[in-house]
């Protein structure tokens, strides 16, 4: 079966980056403590690596 990643949104984006702040956007996520299910893929990794110190993320078997 193909991993799937929970992300979840551990900070708030508020003071950070335009940029970051979309890409929070883009995963799904909306609010502190929200979570999201992702396929695992380069775009989703690539995503995460640049707001990791916003994120806290589980591989989950789907």
Do not use: C, W
Not at 15 to 40: C, M, P, W
Not at 42 to 62: A, D, K, N, T, Y
């Amino acid at each position: 079966m193909a991993k799937k990643l929970k992300i979840s949104l551990k900070k708030s984006v508020i003071g950070f980056s335009y940029r970051q702040r979309r890409t929070v956007k883009a995963l799904g996520l909306n609010k502190v403590n929200s979570e999201v299910v992702h396929e695992d893929s380069p775009q989703i990794r690539g995503m995460i690596r640049s707001i990791e110190h916003l994120l806290s993320v589980e591989e989950i078997e789907g």
